[in-house]
């Protein structure tokens, strides 16, 4: 956290969301206008483990080879070889993944989901943890294709980096005229250390009570009248898994319904579609599908029994 934030002034909330995907094996998706330190914040992340890392920066000419790999020709041993892509390491930066075309987005369906590459039939496990940080700018740029439904519901959280604040900026005008911060943070974080931190956070006890609750809230995304795609089991799945590492960053070891609250939008809100009645009541596609998480949140009865395990 005190390396997030070092880099990323007055964004503690952003930072935090990207420590938790981290920790749930997860995959962060990073989404703003451009220049507002959406690489900056994933390269951080990155910096801070001890870990293999890779980048790839999305443009539309490339193709799906260069990210998963290709089989080359050994004419020597007379026989295939597989040169794996950039996609096999710990942490993958994927800088403007909407810059790509659809095609290419495709390639990393098999890698977030599974944590494998399938290339001429033969399957290459990739090595664990594996995360994706992605960033993307808003779909209205010129340049960009729209994440399909199936990309989006991979990756656990979507946060918005936001302009920073006056006295943010100023110290950003201040510090970084001649230093880059990413140029004196180190890594804090070994790998194994990382992955022990992944099994406690598992450990985490989520009761019945709460479960049913984050069982209701997406149920209630699917009926509800102004949305029309609700969210997916996986995306049910990913809000527990989240609520687990923010119960472990708070010190306890069981989940409480404020957890899932606080989690609901980061969550599950990139991954529904409302109806465009809906949308064209707001200024924008964003702001209703957060109104509507959290109407539902509120409509939602919170569990009232004992959280933690007896």
Known sequence: MANLEAVINGKTDVATLSLIVLLAEGHLLVEDVPGVGKTTLAKALARSVSASVSRIQFTPDLLPSDVTGVSIYNQQENRFEFKPG?????????DEINR???????ALLEC???RQVSVDGVTHHLDTPFSVVATQNPIEMEGTFALPEAQRDRFMARVSMGY???EAELAMLHNRELLSPLDDIDAVVGRNELQSMIRSAREVFVSRAVEQYVVNIAQATRRDP???LGVSPRATLHLVRAAKVAAALDGRDFVLPDDIDALVVPVLGHRIVPTRRSVSDHRSGLNAIEETLVRIVRATPVPLVAARSL
């Not at 790509?100 to 495709?106: I, N, V």
């Open 86 to 94: 950039a996609v096999f390491a710990n942490i993958v930066i994927a």
């Open 100 to 106: 790509a075309s659809p095609k290419t987005q495709s």
């Open 112 to 114: 977030m989901e599974e």
């Open 164 to 166: 920073p604040d006056a």
């Open 226 to 228: 102004e949305v029309r």
